[in-house]
């Protein structure tokens, strides 16, 4: 029986609140497969797997291996599916990647199929424990990876390119069509492999610089210092500020980031 049959006369139906939609297509499955290429000493959580299309692969490749799902339907057919498969029947956004990290005393390697509508809140989820993660590869929805790879001055550069400028090399891929799926969505996906720099020596504060950026593009037609003026940092002075605040947030550089979070962070 193909996978697609599988998913259509099994009682785990697709639910729209989880964003569900189960990857049928073999090849396409075994391409993602060899581009996350797992090995017997890797440490590997699969956030969303589902209906385990990738967690087959991984389960019999890596040893430390454990998935993260909030479908308590799913997890009761994985667990039975994959005897002694570590699952944590938990919110993606809320599981606490490096506690999980200093357990494992090795770096994280991070893969799924995730919920297009919490794509950008995942990635950034990830970005904040980048300390903890060695490689990420997801499957996103395409228009949402070509946003992420947007140049700097275009209308989608925004806070995710900066991040994932500073911390990670993202690249796309391969294309994924709506056919590789079931039920089928209405856009095509991407795979996106991001590979985070081994440390970022010049950010003593990651926590406060990722809220920086976000404070910055809060409201980016406004000037900096507006939106500044208009975040969780409208305390402070920013008279004596290193840079010009009279530009937007999408015309500042990484390094400048990087200033204006010392900057901050000496404020405060």
């Given at each position: 029986?193909?996978?697609?049959?599988?998913?259509?006369?099994?009682?785990?139906?697709p639910l729209?609140?989880?964003?569900q939609?189960?990857?049928?297509?073999?090849?396409?499955?075994?391409?993602?497969?060899?581009?996350?290429?797992?090995?017997?000493s890797?440490?590997?959580?699969?956030?969303?797997?589902?209906?385990?299309?990738l967690?087959?692969?991984?389960?019999?490749?890596?040893?430390d291996?454990?998935?993260?799902?909030?479908d308590e339907?799913?997890?009761?057919?994985?667990?039975?599916?994959?005897?002694?498969?570590?699952?944590?029947?938990?919110?993606?956004?809320?599981?606490?990647f490096?506690?999980?990290?200093?357990?494992r005393?090795?770096?994280?390697?991070?893969?799924?199929?995730?919920?297009?509508?919490?794509?950008?809140?995942?990635?950034?989820?990830?970005?904040?424990?980048?300390?903890?993660i060695s490689?990420?590869?997801?499957?996103?929805?395409?228009?949402?990876?070509?946003?992420?790879l947007?140049?700097?001055?275009?209308?989608?550069?925004?806070?995710?390119?900066?991040?994932?400028?500073?911390?990670?090399?993202?690249?796309?891929?391969?294309?994924?069509?709506?056919s590789?799926?079931?039920?089928?969505?209405?856009?095509?996906?991407?795979?996106?492999?991001?590979?985070?720099?081994?440390?970022?020596?010049?950010?003593?504060?990651?926590?406060?610089?990722?809220?920086?950026?976000?404070?910055?593009?809060?409201?980016?037609?406004?000037?900096?210092?507006?939106?500044?003026?208009?975040?969780?940092?409208?305390?402070?002075?920013?008279?004596?500020s290193?840079?010009?605040?009279?530009?937007?947030?999408?015309?500042?550089?990484?390094?400048?980031?990087?200033?204006?979070?010392?900057?901050?962070?000496?404020?405060?």
């Open positions: 029986m193909d996978r697609q049959r599988q998913y259509k006369d099994n009682k785990v139906k729209k609140k989880f964003g939609n189960f990857l049928t297509d073999k090849n396409i499955i075994r391409k993602i497969l060899a581009e996350i290429n797992p090995q017997t890797d440490s590997l959580v699969e956030i969303g797997p589902g209906m385990g299309a967690t087959e692969g991984l389960f019999n490749s890596v040893k291996f454990a998935v993260v799902e909030i339907r799913a997890a009761d057919y994985l667990a039975e599916l994959f005897p002694g498969l570590r699952i944590f029947r938990d919110n993606v956004l809320k599981f606490d490096h506690d999980y990290f200093i357990d005393g090795k770096k994280l390697r991070i893969a799924g199929n995730i919920p297009y509508n919490i794509t950008s809140d995942i990635i950034l989820k990830l970005l904040e424990n980048q300390v903890a490689d990420v590869v997801l499957m996103v929805q395409k228009e949402a990876a070509e946003r992420i947007a140049k700097q001055g275009s209308k989608d550069f925004g806070i995710l390119n900066i991040i994932l400028k500073t911390f990670a090399e993202t690249r796309i891929c391969f294309k994924v069509p709506a590789a799926f079931y039920p089928k969505p209405h856009v095509d996906s991407a795979i996106i492999h991001l590979r985070f720099f081994e440390n970022v020596d010049s950010i003593k504060n990651v926590p406060l610089f990722i809220s920086v950026i976000k404070a910055a593009f809060g409201n980016r037609r406004k000037i900096l210092k507006n939106s500044l003026n208009n975040s969780i940092f409208h305390d402070i002075d920013f008279s004596d290193p840079l010009n605040l009279a530009v937007r947030a999408e015309e500042l550089q990484v390094a400048d980031y990087i200033q204006l979070t010392n900057y901050i962070m000496a404020k405060i």
